[in-house]
Nanobody
């Protein structure tokens, strides 16, 4: 069955960088868009970025645009989130998710059916 596993979360200082990975299995990677979401304590889950199944389309939340980059390598069944110039407000559990097959890239939680377990990102000095 379809699985997503995040990795790469860590403690990093403000201004630093991290790269998160989302390893997918159980489905044909190039048929699924992938989204990255995050949830900070006491806040609702927020759509951060998404990428289309082919990788040709992506979009970002305004809060991360210009700092985060989403990419994918379908040969490796992996989607990445490169996070630069990290701020304390980026602290959250980060999740990757997949919608049903052949759905477009979106950043709304209800659009996604499959979720990973999350990886913690903490930005602090």
């Amino acid at each position: 069955h379809l699985q997503l596993v995040e990795s790469g979360g860590d403690l990093v200082q403000p201004g630093g960088s991290l790269r998160l990975s989302c390893a997918t299995s159980g489905f044909t990677s190039d048929a699924y868009a992938i989204g990255w979401f995050r949830q900070a304590p006491g806040k609702e889950r927020e759509g951060v970025a998404c990428i289309s199944s082919s990788g040709s389309v992506s979009n970002y939340a305004a809060s991360v645009k210009g700092r985060f980059t989403i990419s994918r390598d379908n040969a490796l069944n992996t989607v990445y989130l490169q996070m630069n110039t990290l701020k304390s407000e980026d602290t959250a559990v980060y999740y990757c998710a997949a919608p049903r097959a052949f759905q477009p890239c979106g950043r709304l939680e209800w659009e996604y059916d499959y979720w990973g377990q999350g990886t913690q990102v903490t930005v602090s000095s």
